[in-house]
């Protein structure tokens, strides 16, 4: 071979490995997880993360569009109101990642195990109506192998059913994870459109196409143009480092707020954003024994936070101040409970200090508050830093300003899930719930029942009773209770609403939109990679 066939036919490799090096770059996409999962059990996962996780490696029987109909996914249509009964026909075509075919039985059987008692599941009451607690006494499931259809029969009505089965907790879990629920722990058992390739905790999660997926909502398959056929999560829990890698082309999809929103904004790439279903709150622990059982404690402990003051401190002011749980634009939003909310949780430090003074605490010459034996009034204020340590010590130096000692615990996201889910450990903290659904009954178990998401054992007998009608009622009927559950709350100083936060998606060399409109999730079923 002459140098000059050898040195064309080097170049000719080059330009093509070079051509496969780009091919492969051109469907792998890097996307932002802002902390870990908990556990990938769509069931059982009580993080939003974990739904992120969730919509990429399983589906649902139905989906929603970005108008917010209800349209077909695993199920390809439905007959029955959905309150009472629902019958599902299934498509035939879908096949569980580990090639296990999906048919009624085993769709029949993820069913019944969502809202079993001992699946334990925090959030499938969205699905089934209640409150967070036993589910299985509130529907059965039946399926006919032959029809390829399941049946779901509501012993007490809800009317959101059909929308419940569009979420992530209702995903369908493949019979090896039925049968095995430890394989959930840390691996997915489904028949979404990826699956887990690779799994480093804390670190990265490497999601492959299933080149055999044909049957998503939309009629979406992984061989439809631009889909991305790797998706690498990147577990990047320091805002900054994860402006940083985006700007830099090291991300493709990225969530920052703060000061971090300023500038990747200012980039002008591809944006999608919307506000919360939810809110976040200020929250006292009324457990057995504690400081927080006092009403007085409560409500000077609203009155002493600006939530203005900290919307724009911690978010950069982007969010809807709201009167209760639920955003503003969710359904049954009754605006005519801002009164109620200004006289019980409106931001009044003097106010505080009198009422605080009222109910017989005494303030030393240090201006710290004591109880009638003398001792100092301390807070264990619990925050795992979402909105940034200026917001944190805002709230500290807020509530100092009333007199209270604080005695501040800033810990890791898995920290303070845990002192708020399962120690107790704590007397002040901010929650914050982004439900995929703009429905007041999404809410529910964080203010009643047993479960463990009612972090601050909230036992309100008028609550329980205007939302158990509102489940059961509907329209302007179903409003009604529903404003009466929320007025209970804040008369009882249950909670201190604050705000329901603007949330943005900033993506680079490619599109989507949000899952179900909800700001907590995007959605890797309308993701497309993009040219420049």
């Not at 051509?19 to 870990?36: G, K």
């Not at 299934?90 to 809202?115: I, K, Q």
């Not at 394989?183 to 490497?206: M, T």
């Not at 997926?213 to 990147?234: H, I, K, M, N, S």
């Amino acid at each position: 071979m002459n140098r000059r066939m050898y040195v064309f036919l080097m170049l000719a490799l080059f330009l093509l490995a070079g051509a496969v090096a780009a091919q492969e770059a051109s469907t792998t996409i890097y996307a932002h997880l802002t902390q870990d999962f908990d556990i990938l059990d769509p069931h059982v996962t009580n993080t939003t993360l974990g739904y992120q996780l969730a919509i990429t490696f399983y589906d649902r029987l139905v989906a929603m569009d970005d108008d917010g109909n209800i349209i077909p996914s695993l199920a390809t249509s439905w007959e029955g109101s959905g309150a009472d009964a629902l019958t599902l026909t299934l498509n035939p075509d879908a096949v569980c990642a580990d090639g296990t075919p999906l048919n009624a039985e085993a769709v029949a059987n993820s069913l019944s195990r969502m809202g079993a008692n001992d699946t334990g599941a925090p959030f499938v009451y969205r699905t089934l109506g209640g409150a967070a607690g036993a589910t299985e006494e509130r529907y059965s499931v039946s399926h006919d192998n032959d029809a390829g259809s399941v049946t779901i029969t509501m012993h007490e009505p809800f009317g959101a059913l059909l929308v419940g089965l569009a979420m992530p907790w209702a995903s369908i879990i493949c019979p090896a994870g039925i049968d095995n629920p430890d394989l959930l722990i840390e691996g997915p058992q489904g028949s979404g459109p990826y699956a887990l390739a690779e799994s480093v905790r804390g670190d990265r999660y490497v999601a492959q196409a299933r080149p055999e997926y044909t049957w998503g909502a939309r009629g979406t398959t992984t061989a439809d143009e631009g889909f991305p056929q790797t998706l690498v999560y990147q577990v990047v829990d320091n805002e900054t480092t994860a402006a940083n890698l985006f700007l830099a082309g090291e991300l493709n999809i990225v969530t920052v707020s703060g000061a971090d929103f300023d500038r990747v904004a200012a980039a002008e790439t591809f944006a999608v954003n919307g506000y919360s279903f939810g809110a976040q709150w200020l929250q006292v622990n009324k457990d057995e024994g504690l400081i927080g059982t006092d009403p007085a404690i409560r409500q000077a402990i609203f009155k002493a936070v600006s939530r203005a003051e900290y919307l724009d401190v911690g978010f950069g002011g982007r969010g809807l101040f709201t009167n209760t749980f639920v955003s503003p634009l969710a359904l049954c939003y009754d605006e005519g409970l801002d009164a109620v909310y200004d006289e019980a949780a409106g931001f009044d430090p003097d106010a505080a200090r009198q009422i605080l003074a009222d109910a017989g605490y005494a303030t030393g010459a240090d201006g710290k508050l004591a109880d009638a034996d003398g001792n100092p009034v301390v807070l264990r204020l619990v925050d795992y830093g979402r909105a940034g340590a200026e917001a944190a010590e805002l709230l500290i130096l807020s509530l100092e300003d009333v007199g209270f000692t604080v005695e501040p615990h800033i810990v890791e996201f898995g920290g303070y899930l845990e002192r708020l889910l399962r120690t107790g450990e704590w007397d002040v903290s901010i929650l914050g719930v982004n439900p995929p659904v703009p429905l007041p009954s999404a809410m529910v178990g964080y203010f009643s029942g047993g479960g463990a998401i009612n972090t601050a054992s909230t036992a309100n007998a008028t609550f329980d009773a205007e939302f158990a009608q509102a489940n059961v009622t509907a329209g302007d009927e179903s409003c009604m209770h529903w404003s009466n559950a929320m007025r209970a709350l804040l008369e009882d100083l249950e909670f201190k609403p604050l705000f329901s936060e603007e949330r943005t998606y900033f993506g680079q060399g490619v599109e989507f939109t949000l899952f179900n409109n909800y700001t907590g999730t995007w959605d890797p079923i309308t993701t497309r990679i993009v040219g420049e």
